[in-house]
């Protein structure tokens, strides 16, 4: 008798721990799902603890089909919300607001919002998760790295890397006339960055099992600790601020770390001073870490600099071999387009004396064209995100956006909306053709962000780009082989946007007549 009360007792106690515990984790996982619906604002029916996010998190849809979806059920919605996990996130889909919060009034979205531990994460500290004042202060001291001038001198080094590239390919078509295309460029825009950035000669198409390239890959492998972290984070991020989980692995941490350790140590003891990225930072160190009497309110360490010279690798080698894979794959099914720019590119070199110069490509318009159709269609960066450091009242509208407000710009959707960009998926370099831009509105065209928070990288990145294509355009004619998938399937790993499964094209040397 005494034990059977004694059971019934610890099963109604447990029922009744079960029972606070879930009505607990349900009062957490729901609490901040009130916020659209009183603000009356339009947005999905939330999840519980997964917001509009449950088919992301269970991977029966990748993140980019997540905010199209979102875009797409509000047509005719300036502003949408949503629920990213337990985080209410506004969707901002008129362009002339988008100009706003980009530009006009980006005072009050100066922050970009990403959740990164600076103390556990060594891209935590880079510009695209710094802000405030330390983020304005740290772009001042690095922009000077992008200026026209310094391009200028960077040209002959990049043209170097396209002949190397060109060799490669040479030597490569004797025993195959296919080849994975977004593979090639991979190594060219690495070999690029290195030079340019950092001073060091990586040679990735002479040493393919380099290790700049391989802890590269790392990186973006999907990974238990990869989808764990950015998980937690989604859920809460004072949890994963708490915890410290990193995303990197620790090796490849180490090995980056280490790499521009070493670069900034050589230089300083060899008294070697060129004019790259690597040379802005290491005077930023200068000025910021070892000798801050102009910003003392602002603390600045060794891991700032190396933070951001990382983030410059990253940012100008992925980005840039993802769209000259995606161009080549578009130009050999489009072959009139191929075609075209050949004439182009031709005209153009024996315009300015029969050489890639710089001067040629400043004056490469249709390459423009093209490269911008490339980004528009297939661009890495699928959302902008901001996050409001003052209340902002939305013109002509009764919404007022609080402080500390989360914002996407879905930039995908906006480029794939047949309301700016007619029959989006069709390849079409006219659409960017001065009287075809003139008649779109401003803040559908952000192919590198828009505003003080654009892309710093931009200009060296079209820089490569152009001069890598004008090289493979000129010398080999680009065609579909046995391997090309039409169209392309696609990794969404991390939420940006790559070929699944390379790109593979055939490369037909033109003879010459």
């Known amino acids: 008798m005494i034990s059977w009360m004694i059971n019934c007792l610890t099963d109604s106690f447990t029922l009744i721990c079960t029972t606070v515990i879930g009505i607990l984790f349900y009062y957490y996982s729901t609490a901040t799902y009130e ?65 706003n919060v980009l530009i006009k009034d980006f005072s009050h979205f100066t922050d970009h919002g990403l959740e990164m531990e600076p103390s556990a ?40 890397c396209s002949k190397e590239m060109i060799k490669y390919i040479d030597r490569k078509s004797k025993t195959t006339d296919q080849f994975d295309v977004h593979d090639i460029m991979n190594k060219y825009a690495t070999d690029v960055i290195g030079t340019c950035a950092f001073g060091l000669k990586l040679g990735s198409m002479t040493d393919e099992d380099n290790e700049f390239r391989k802890f590269t890959k790392l990186i973006f492998k999907p990974s238990f600790r990869l989808i764990f972290a950015n998980t937690l984070v989604m859920i809460s991020p004072k949890i994963s601020s708490i915890l410290k989980i990193n995303p990197t692995p620790p090796e490849v941490e180490e090995y980056f770390i280490s790499s521009l350790r070493s670069v900034i140590e050589y230089r300083e003891k060899n008294n070697v001073n060129r004019n790259d990225v690597a040379q802005t930072l290491m005077q ?100 902008l995100f901001r996050k409001a450091t003052k209340t902002y009242h939305v013109p002509d509208s009764s919404l007022v956006i609080e402080k500390g407000q989360k914002i996407i710009i879905p930039t995908y959707s906006i480029h794939h909306d047949p309301k700016y960009f007619t029959n989006p998926d069709v390849f079409d370099p006219e659409r960017f053709s001065p009287e075809e831009k003139s008649k779109r509105p401003s803040g559908t065209e952000l192919l590198f962000g828009d505003g003080p928070r654009f892309c ?55 003879v010459a007549s």
């Open 284 to 383: 930023a160190r200068k000025e910021l870490v070892l000798n801050n009497t102009s910003f003392p309110e602002e603390k600045f360490t060794e891991m700032d600099i190396i933070s951001n010279a990382i983030i410059m690798y990253f940012a100008g080698a992925e980005p840039v071999s993802d769209t000259l894979g995606f161009c080549l794959h578009e130009l050999a099914i489009n072959k009139h387009v191929q075609d075209k720019l050949r004439e182009h590119i031709i005209a153009k070199r024996e315009k300015h004396g029969g050489e890639f110069t710089n001067d040629y490509l400043m004056d490469l318009h249709y390459a423009d064209m093209v490269l911008t159709e490339t980004l528009r269609k297939n661009n890495g960066t699928i959302v």
């Open 121 to 160: 994460k060594f891209l935590g500290r880079s510009l695209l998760f710094t802000n405030g004042q330390k983020w304005k202060i740290m772009r001042q001291k690095i922009s000077p790295g992008f200026t026209s001038g310094k391009l200028k001198l960077m040209h002959s080094q990049i043209k170097e």
């Open 35 to 99: 916020k659209w619906r009183k603000a009356n604002v339009p947005h999905l029916k939330p999840v519980p603890l997964f917001g509009n996010f449950y088919r992301t998190t269970m991977m029966l849809e990748n993140l980019n089909d997540t905010y199209d979806n979102i875009y797409k059920q509000f047509p005719d919605k300036k502003i949408c919300g949503f629920y990213q996990m337990r985080t209410p996130f506004l969707m901002i889909r008129d362009p002339e607001i988008i100009n």
């Open 456 to 510: 710093i990288g931009k200009r060296l990145a079209e820089l490569e780009m152009k001069l890598g294509l004008s090289e493979i355009i000129s010398k080999f004619e680009v065609l579909p082989c046995e391997k090309t998938e039409n169209p392309l399937k696609l990794s969404h790993v991390g939420g940006g946007i790559k070929p699944k499964n390379g790109i593979w094209l055939s490369l037909k040397p033109i």
